[in-house]
């Protein structure tokens, strides 16, 4: 049977994925506080056209639309979080992971300048 997903592996796993783990928890957190208090994505979330917001460039990476999203995105970070955390340790994960995320807001927000 084909499986999309690793379903095992026989490398031990010889460290605490604390970064990877406290994502995947900050992300439940705020999609439950999104869907708790829904007029907070707009100051939260990746507004196009409208000039440059830095704070977006960050909070944005935690925002997903629906709980099939969310869980989506969950599955695939523990997936590959777990594996990319192992090789380059809990800081450069972290650095990686939030500097790929607020680079590509930033692009996405300055091409975006001026469009309705």
Same mark, same amino acid.
């Given at each position: #049977? *084909? *499986? /999309? =997903? +690793?379903?095992k592996t026989d490398? +031990? /796993? &010889?460290y605490l994925p604390i970064v990877t783990v406290a994502m995947i928890v900050i992300n439940t957190i705020v999609f439950i &506080? /999104? !869907?708790a208090? +829904?007029?907070v994505v707009r100051d939260l979330a990746l507004i196009h056209g409208n000039g440059l917001h830095p704070l977006q460039w960050l909070t944005s990476n935690f925002i997903h639309g629906r709980i099939f999203h969310l869980l989506g995105n969950m599955v695939f970070l523990w997936v590959f979080g777990? !594996? !990319?955390e192992g090789k380059l340790g809990? #800081?450069? =994960?972290l650095t990686v992971f939030l500097g790929i995320g607020i680079l590509?807001? %930033?692009l996405v927000q300055i091409v975006m300048l001026? %469009? +309705?």
């Open positions: #049977m *084909f *499986f /999309i =997903f +690793p379903w490398a +031990p /796993i &010889y &506080y /999104i !869907v208090i +829904p007029h777990l !594996v !990319v809990w #800081m450069r =994960f590509q807001n %930033a001026g %469009a +309705p």
